[in-house]
Structure formats: structure tokens, C-alpha cells
């Protein structure tokens, strides 16, 4: 199609439309209002001076336009009743002049689009205050969708006017209402399945090279409001291959490590002072927020396994890594700044700058023998110069290890070791309790459950499942498959229990919330090994329902015959007969060693 060189009347009208949109502008209006009020004004004063054969086009185009306007108003009207409202009265009051009509529906638009920006402009307030050094570095992807769709019709042939309808239609297209795309971002879908268990899929890699991995399990809230009590507690696996370098960076969470395999070594750099301490299965560590730190591991044969719990400290749930040195897996943050600036601060020209900074080293790399034992010379003495765990001497606490103390409960079918918030300065202030139970093949722990702490186990080695007791009205808020009906029991209006299990190996992550009954059983073929970082532990106590001192067996008598309607005689012996402790033989194991029931 051909297109004809521009009219004087369109730079009458491109004269125009800069004078106005200038004034606007400076008026402290918005890019959406000026554009709209500018448009507007323009092709109303070049249809009064141009001739009559300019007049024809114009007028067709004036009309596609405010067809156009109508049809942005009538779908903004859906999500704006005053602007409904006012196109209903411009209706209603003028009749049938079109004219006067067109004009009203005009106006209604340039008055909802003002409004919108006051709105905007009242809403970020004193937060633009406070993020102007956060947003400079963030652009929104749909402003940048904008930008690009006005800069391509600013390109494009056709005259001014054909330019305003393209404009208007990117405008259509890519703006939102305020905090809409923040709302869509923050609203995650509920998951179907089991609300309370976690599998190798839900683990997320943030860093992943050939010589090892980061992942980051998904939010806990994402796969079901139950676990809203979750919502600012994250948990990652670090897993990287013997003799490797894990490179520095820093986290807006602090968090507790645990050792689960390996050897390795941990590097904290805090304000001017910089400790190394040695790391080994079963340490327990602590790393604040915001502190830089790095990582080998150190071992020839094994690779480092390491389990975190995390708090992020600036968006309930949301944590990110920053990365100095940043890789072929991640960029480093130094080059979201001007290398203007970077030179200002560095005292380094840009070349040698960007040499460093555009390097393509991963997150995770292969180091030499002699560069893992100069990172690997920990401080000695209680795992990190900060005394003999439970008793730091000062300074700054290391890692204390969880098998010093000694097992909580021991016997054939598994052991328990455990870390309360009492026995470390480390844990005391996170009200959080570290556990692990090994569990012997076709043995199981429990039934039990915790009176305050909410579990969260991680499946470090084997295969099993785990059965809990739910109510009905909560665990039946997602999908089903993963509840059984068997044994659910419902009196008259009273509450109804359900049965949930799940399957276990090797990365499971599966949630018990304080006072539900569960018990968890180890596969004939392997013990089961489970990490627990239990969260809001402070003053929890395990109550055991099997086995020696059990609740039900410590009640009076009369309490027996009164809640089970059956002398108390017949509980105790229902309730007395397992003389095992918190572990038992599981239910094939019983089976096979032939144990009688009677």
C-alpha cells in the first residue's frame, strides 16, 4: 500500500500535540492522560481549519478513534463503576445529539484516567521514598512491552493520526490497573495432592553446574493454605562433588545448616573480621542475614550434603542470593551498576572491571588439593573456636554437632539425637529444635505427636512412608488422593479423622503440624534416615502414644473406663503390652518375628 509523504496539516497537528502534551506534563499530569487529552484537543482543532476534503478523513478518523475511546471506556467501565456511571449519564441527559454525546464519553475518560493517576501518585506516596533505590534497578516487564509498542508506532508510516490509534491500542493492550500484576504475582494457585508432603519435582535448582547444585524448595504456602503458619520459612539442599569451591555470596535470610554428608569447610566474612570453621556430618550452624560467605568441600571420595532452613528478612518467603563473582548459573550484582560508577568506586578502568565481572565461572567449580586445603584450615576446638558445644566461650558460636550429646532415645529399632533451643545459643532465639532419627529397616518411630512444634522432615537417606491423623476440616480443603477413608469415625457433630500417608525416599520433604498424631515406618530393604528442623519448639514436649509412657497409659483409672466405655483393666492392657520406647518393630517386621497379637 502506498503511503503518502506527511501534509502540512500533520505537522500542524505534530505541533500541536508536542505544545500540549508539554504543557500537561508540566502540569503534573500523567503519560496516559496527556496522551489521551492531547489526542483529543489535536484532532478536534485540525478538523476546524484544515478543508473540506482534509475534514472527510479526519472525521473517519476522529470516528475510529472514538470508537475506539468508547470501547477502552466500556471495558475499563467492567472494572470502574464511576466510570460506567458517568458514560450512563452522558447517555441518559443528552439524547440523541451524538455529537454532545461523543464529547461527554470523552470527557468521562479523560476524568478516569486523571483520577487513576491521582490515585497512583497518592498510592506509592512515601514508599517511593523509601524503594526509589530498589525500583531503579527493577523494570516492569509490562512497561518495557509498552515502551517497545509505542516505539514501533512511532516508526511505522501513516501520519499522525494513524500514529495516535496505534498508540492508544498499545496502551489498551499493556497497561494495568495499580497493583494488578503485583496481585497476580503474589496470588500461587493451590496445589492438588498431599498439602503435606514435598517431592524431588518441588525442589528448584537456583545454581547448578557439573560439579554440584543449589536447590530451593518451592514456597510451603504454594501448595496449600494449611501450611500458611510456614509462609516465611524456606528450606534448600546444597549438594556438591568432593573437592569443589562453592563461591561467595550473601542472602537477604539468615539460616541453620545442617551437615547431612561429607566434609567441607565454611567461610563467614562479618564486618572486618573473616572465621573459617570445618564442617562435618552432623554439624549444626548458624549463618545471619546479609552475611558473605563461601564454601569448599573437602573430602577426595564423598560429596558435601548440606540441609537449610531459612527467614527471609525483607518479603515473607521470598529470599534471593546475591552473587559477587556470579558465573555461567548466575550474574554477579556488580554489573547492575554503571561502570561509570564501578570505576568512581573501585579506582579501576573499565576493561580490567569487566574482565572479572563478565567471567563465565559457575557457582560451584572444581578446585585444586592445594586451593581446598589453604580454604579448608578451619579454626579447631568445639568445630569452630566458639567453645565446647552447648557452652560457647565468646566471640562468634561455630558449628556444634548434633552426635556429641549423645542419643535421646536408643534401642534396636532406631536411635533419636536431638538439639533444643536450651542446649545452643545458636537455636535458642530461632525457637527452633534440630533432629534426626535413624530409623532400623521394617522399624518405625511413634505414633507420637508434639504439643507446640511444627515439623520439618527431610528424607536424608532410604526409603519409607509416614501415616498421620488429620482433622477432617482441614485436610479436606485440597484435593483428594491422599487420604484414606479407613478407620474415619464421626459422632454426632463431633470431629472426624482421616488418614494421610505418603511414600518416602531420598529429598521427601513432608510437614507435621504440632498435635498431629503420626508415626513414620522404614522400608524392609534400608534404614530411614530424617532430618527434622522443628519451628516454634520453645517449651514443645513429644508425647509418645505407644510404647512406655505413653499419655494414655499415665491417666487415671476412672478416666480409662470413663473416655473408652470398657474397664480400665482392658486399656492397660491394650495400652501397657509395648514395653519398646518412641521406636518399635513396624508392621511387616512384627509379622515376620511372628509376634502374636492376643
Known amino acids: 500500500m502506498h503511503l503518502s509523504e506527511a501534509s502540512p496539516v500533520d505537522d500542524q497537528y505534530v505541533t500541536c500535540f508536542n505544545d500540549c502534551e508539554d504543557k500537561c506534563k508540566s502540569e503534573g499530569n500523567g503519560y496516559s492522560f496527556c496522551e489521551m487529552k492531547c489526542d483529543t484537543d489535536c484532532l478536534a482543532n485540525q478538523a476546524l481549519v484544515t478543508n473540506m476534503a482534509v475534514k472527510v478523513r479526519l472525521s473517519l478518523a476522529v470516528l475510529v478513534f472514538s470508537l475506539l475511546a468508547l470501547c477502552v471506556g466500556i471495558a475499563k467501565a467492567n472494572k470502574d463503576p464511576e466510570l460506567k456511571v458517568c458514560e450512563h449519564q452522558c447517555k441518559e441527559q443528552l439524547g440523541y445529539d451524538e455529537r454532545e454525546v461523543e464529547k461527554c464519553l470523552r470527557d468521562c475518560t479523560e476524568e478516569h484516567f486523571r483520577r487513576k493517576e491521582e490515585r497512583e501518585r497518592e498510592t506509592r506516596g512515601t514508599e517511593e521514598e523509601d524503594d526509589d533505590e530498589w525500583r531503579s534497578f527493577t523494570v516492569d516487564p509490562a512497561k518495557k512491552k509498552l515502551g517497545q509498542c509505542l516505539e514501533e508506532c512511532q516508526r511505522q508510516g501513516g501520519g499522525e493520526q494513524m500514529k495516535s490509534l496505534c498508540r492508544l491500542t498499545c496502551q489498551e493492550k499493556y497497561e494495568k490497573e495499580p497493583g494488578r500484576e503485583e496481585e497476580e504475582n503474589m496470588e500461587e494457585k493451590e496445589e492438588e495432592g498431599n ?82 570453621f570445618n564442617l562435618e556430618r552432623g554439624d549444626v550452624f548458624r549463618v545471619p542475614a546479609g552475611t558473605t560467605f563461601y564454601m569448599v568441600s573437602k573430602d577426595e571420595n564423598e560429596k558435601l550434603r548440606v540441609a537449610k532452613i531459612l527467614w527471609p528478612v525483607n518479603l515473607p518467603g521470598n529470599f534471593k542470593a546475591f552473587h559477587g ?51 579448608g584450615h578451619g579454626e579447631e576446638g568445639g568445630h569452630g573456636g566458639g567453645g565446647l558445644w552447648p557452652f560457647p566461650t565468646g566471640g562468634s558460636s561455630g558449628p556444634f554437632n548434633i552426635f556429641d550429646k549423645g542419643p535421646v532415645k536408643r534401642n534396636k ?22 533432629s534426626l532419627a535413624n530409623i532400623t529397616r521394617g522399624s518405625m518411630a511413634g505414633p507420637y505427636y508434639n504439643s507446640k512444634a511444627t515439623m520439618i522432615s527431610i528424607v536424608l537417606e532410604g526409603e519409607g512412608y509416614f501415616e498421620m491423623a488429620c482433622p477432617r476440616d482441614s485436610s479436606s480443603v485440597s484435593s483428594t488422593g491422599y487420604i484414606e477413608n479407613e478407620g474415619s469415625r464421626r459422632g454426632k457433630g463431633g470431629q472426624t479423622y482421616q488418614r494421610t500417608s505418603s511414600r518416602l525416599s531420598r529429598s ?55 473416655a473408652y466405655g470398657v474397664p480400665a483393666k482392658e486399656v492397660d492392657q491394650i495400652f501397657g503390652k509395648q514395653q519398646e520406647e518412641f521406636f518399635f518393630p513396624g508392621p511387616r517386621r512384627q509379622l515376620r518375628e511372628g509376634r502374636a497379637y492376643a
Open 195 to 276: 498439602p503435606y508432603v514435598f517431592e524431588d519435582r518441588h525442589l528448584k535448582s537456583e545454581v547448578e553446574t557439573e560439579h554440584g547444585r543449589v536447590r530451593v524448595l518451592q514456597k510451603f504456602t504454594k501448595k496449600s493454605k494449611l501450611l500458611r503458619g510456614l509462609e516465611n520459612i524456606r528450606v534448600a539442599i546444597i549438594e556438591a562433588n568432593p573437592q569443589t569451591f562453592i563461591a561467595p555470596t550473601h542472602l537477604d535470610a539468615g539460616f541453620v545448616l545442617f551437615v547431612a554428608k561429607g566434609r567441607g569447610a565454611i567461610t563467614l566474612i562479618h564486618e572486618e573480621d573473616k572465621q573459617t
Open 413 to 434: 529399632y532406631g536411635q533419636l539425637f536431638e538439639a533444643k533451643p536450651k542446649d545452643s545459643e545458636q537455636l535458642r532465639d530461632l525457637d527452633l529444635t534440630v
Open 325 to 375: 563473582a556470579g558465573g555461567e548459573d548466575a550474574e554477579s550484582f556488580f554489573r547492575a551498576f554503571s561502570w561509570e560508577l564501578l570505576e568512581a568506586a573501585l579506582k579501576t578502568d573499565r576493561g580490567r572491571l569487566e574482565r572479572i565481572f563478565k567471567q563465565r565461572q559457575g557457582g560451584i567449580v572444581k578446585a585444586s588439593k592445594e586451593q581446598i586445603q589453604a580454604l
Open 508 to 562: 521427601s520433604v513432608f510437614i507435621v503440624p504440632a498435635g498431629h498424631p503420626v508415626a513414620t515406618v522404614a522400608s524392609e530393604n534400608s534404614n530411614l534416615e530424617v532430618l527434622c528442623f522443628e519451628v516454634y519448639a520453645k517449651g514443645n514436649v513429644r508425647y509418645p502414644l505407644a510404647g512406655k509412657w505413653n499419655v494414655i497409659g499415665e491417666m487415671d483409672k476412672e478416666a480409662k473406663e470413663l
